[in-house]
């Protein structure tokens, strides 16, 4: 069984600053991509940003110059550092991993952590 527990989510006024973080543990053989997901209320999830194995990195034009996502493959651990955050940012946080279970590939979610950007 694979498990991913995010945390780091709260409120923060315009302008601020968090880091999300999302440790992944189980029977776990290897991690390909790492990602986070935001769902804001009303609005499909999107795809915030993205870390190979390799440190290959890919974000949303949104969040562009504001977020910075790292990974510790020691740790199995994806981060997300965001900053100037903007109320447009408000939206529950989703990790994700593609990784492989035992000898399967697998896509597994995390349960979500809600951000909240105050104006």
């Known amino acids: 069984q694979v498990q991913l527990v995010a945390s780091g989510g709260g409120l923060v006024q315009a302008g601020g600053s968090l880091r999300l973080s999302c440790a992944a543990s189980g029977s776990i053989s290897s991690i390909n991509v790492m990602g986070w997901y935001r769902q804001a209320p009303g609005k499909q999830r999107e795809l915030v940003a993205r870390?190979?194995?390799?440190?290959?990195?890919s974000y949303a034009d949104s969040v562009k110059g504001r977020f910075t996502i790292s990974r510790n493959n020691a740790k199995d651990t994806v981060y997300l550092q965001m900053n100037s955050l903007k109320p447009e940012d408000t939206a529950v946080y989703y990790c994700?991993?593609?990784?492989?279970?035992?000898?399967?590939?697998?896509?597994?979610w995390g349960q979500g952590t809600q951000v909240t950007v105050s104006s």
């Open positions: 870390i190979t194995s390799g440190d290959s990195t």
């Open positions: 994700n991993a593609d990784l492989t279970y035992r000898t399967y590939p697998i896509r597994t």
